[in-house]
Nanobody
Framework: QVQLVESGGGLVQVGGSLRLSCAAS????????MGWFRQAPGKEREPVAA????????KYADSVKGRFTISRDNAKSTIYLQMNSLEPEDTGVYLC???????????WGQGTQVTVSS
């Protein structure tokens, strides 16, 4: 019932761009911190970006800062991750998650695969 559904992943060449979307449903996520995570094969899941409820405050992993942009549209219950200048190291499953206020990530999507080919 409560779910986050990612979309927009795919295969892209080095230097290309992708825009990921995460649609939320089942409850209101408008007051939640939302985040994007990624996990490459054999590696730990790592945070990529986060955004507060208003979209004013954003955080990025050092590895993506300047290349990725997180945004949200609360009216559409959707968050986005614009990824530019993609590198092979960006390859992985990208998941979105929400933090309601408990300082833990409460809900997770299933993920969407991003593959950057060299």
């Amino acid at each position: 019932q409560v779910q986050l559904v990612e979309s927009g992943g795919g295969l892209v060449q080095v230097g290309g761009s992708l825009r990921l979307s995460c649609a939320a449903s089942g409850r209101s996520f408008s007051n939640d911190v939302m985040g994007w995570f990624r996990q490459a094969p054999g590696k730990e899941r790592e945070p990529v970006a986060a955004i507060n409820w208003s979209g004013v405050n954003k955080k990025y992993a050092d590895s993506v800062k300047g290349r990725f942009t997180i945004s949200r549209d609360n009216a559409k219950s959707t968050i986005y991750l614009q990824m530019n200048s993609l590198e092979p190291e960006d390859t992985g499953v990208y998941l979105c998650a929400s933090m309601s206020g408990s300082d833990t990530w409460d809900y997770w999507g299933q993920g969407t695969q991003v593959t950057v080919s060299s």
